[in-house]
């Protein structure tokens, strides 16, 4: 996420690297650089340019303080700068309604039907809400479906009627039937066009004027960059929506939609899409997306994401098992589906702050644990339970089983042994011994 930026702008910040005070010859220097990497970012130039004049009125402002280097006072400025520029604060979504309506707007191909689910999703799993989806994509052949397998897969009822072509109808139909059945979220779909057309505008306009929602979104592919700005100007001229959702912040964006959306239309981004997964959603923080661009990590974002996987319940029976010396394979295996279930993994290394230098050109791969996986899947329920009993002829067949080598399975079975060690050892308080384990396995 953001990568190429993160480079440039740290490039930048090395002119002032050796100097002992800010000055105007330096400040100029660097914020040329910082506004040439916003400008290869897709930010609008007009914008960059505000910004790092802003950045620079506030730089020589004011005296360094003794205890932060020039370096590090231009970091913290570009920070805050950025960080008011995508919006100072999080925007939360409004559920005041009974139902709530929110009405999904966007052009095709943007992320929209997916991303219908994963609000869905996220609404049931995480403000105990009761969502009903609503297919309002009355043209694309396979829209109504596409919704319907999205609803399948997290459990959400979806509402569509495909005799009906009239999407107003549809809406209002929809929000009857959810008063009567108890759905107190409800999420409308429309159609997406290939680029914005009078007839669309009117059709989405009149669902609007029909149902009043509490929120409209309009979904927007970050990909897109500029043109995705431009596209939230038009949708916003006639609809006066209420925020922006980006989408496919995990691929190769160069962020400029991400940093200068708010300040053309004035409106917040709500939430970002970070993967394929219905679990691939996050409220938008501006200050933790600033922190991210300059490198810093998101460590409180990684945290939360920790805790949304960790069952309390779960956590105590665990514990109970490494004390008795029986954690085994399947509660190992039972980790590591929680550890999946919080994105794709260079997303959460890039989180950790200074790991995204380290891993830029690492190709880590989504599907880490995969052979992992298949070595345990290939155990016994015997095996996966006393792993002392894989012998040489079953670590050949587990091997074969799993199209690893013994090499491989034994490799897995010495961590998986010093990982246990390592559980009992923080269980009893033995802090040293588990230091000097620590030094033993590099």
Do not use: W
Not at 141 to 158: S, W
Not at 252 to 271: E, L, Y
Not at 304 to 321: G, I, M, N, P, S
Not at 365 to 377: C, T
């Amino acid at each position: 996420m953001f990568d190429n930026l993160s480079d440039k702008l740290d490039k930048a910040f090395h002119v002032l690297k050796g100097h002992g005070q800010i000055t105007e010859v330096n400040v100029a220097e660097t914020l040329k650089e910082v506004r040439r990497a916003l400008v290869d970012a897709d930010v609008n130039y007009k914008i960059a340019k505000d910004f790092t004049n802003t950045v620079k009125k506030k730089a020589l402002g004011q005296d360094v303080l003794k205890s932060l280097k020039p370096g590090q006072m231009m970091v913290k400025l570009v920070k805050d700068e950025l960080t008011e520029l995508m919006g100072g604060d999080a925007e939360g979504i409004n559920l005041s309604g009974n139902p709530s309506v929110i009405l999904m707007s966007g052009l095709q191909g943007s992320g929209k039907t997916t991303f219908s689910g994963k609000l869905a999703n996220y609404l049931k799993n995480k403000k105990t809400k009761k969502p009903l989806l609503v297919a309002c994509d009355v043209y694309r052949p396979a829209a109504i479906d596409q919704l319907h397998v999205v609803g399948d897969q997290i459990g959400v009822k979806v509402f569509s009627d495909k005799e009906n072509k009239n999407p107003v109808d549809i809406s209002e139909k929809a929000i009857s039937y959810a008063k009567e059945n108890g759905f107190n979220v409800v999420i409308i779909d429309t159609a997406g066009r290939l680029a914005v057309d009078e007839a669309m505008m009117t059709e989405i306009s009149n669902i609007h004027t029909a149902i009043k929602p509490e929120e409209t979104l309009f979904v927007v592919d970050s990909m897109t960059g500029q043109d995705a700005v431009n596209t939230a100007k038009a949708f916003n001229d006639v609809l006066n929506f209420d925020g922006v959702i980006l989408t496919k912040l995990d691929g190769d964006t160069r962020g400029g939609a991400a940093i200068s959306i708010k300040s053309v239309v004035n409106k917040p981004i709500k939430f970002i899409g970070t993967g394929e997964k219905m679990e691939a959603i996050d409220v938008f923080y501006p200050s933790r997306m600033a922190d991210r661009i300059l490198g810093m990590g998101d460590v409180v974002s990684l945290v939360e994401r920790a805790q949304e996987q960790y069952d309390e319940e779960e956590a105590r029976k665990l514990q109970k098992k490494i004390a008795k010396n029986q954690f085994g394979f399947d509660d190992f295996l039972n980790q590591i589906q929680q550890v999946k279930k919080m994105g794709n993994m260079k997303d959460l290394m890039g989180m950790i702050p200074g790991a995204g230098k380290m891993l830029k050109n690492m190709d880590i791969d989504d599907d880490a644990f995969k052979h992992i996986e298949a070595i345990i899947h290939s155990m016994t329920p015997e095996e996966r339970q006393k792993p002392s009993v894989i012998n040489a002829s079953r670590k050949k067949r587990i091997g074969k089983g799993s199209g690893t080598s013994v090499t491989e399975v034994n490799q897995l079975l010495k961590q998986f042994d010093q990982m246990g060690k390592m559980m009992k050892m923080m269980q009893g308080g033995g802090g040293k011994k588990m230091m000097q384990m620590m030094k033993g396995m590099k």
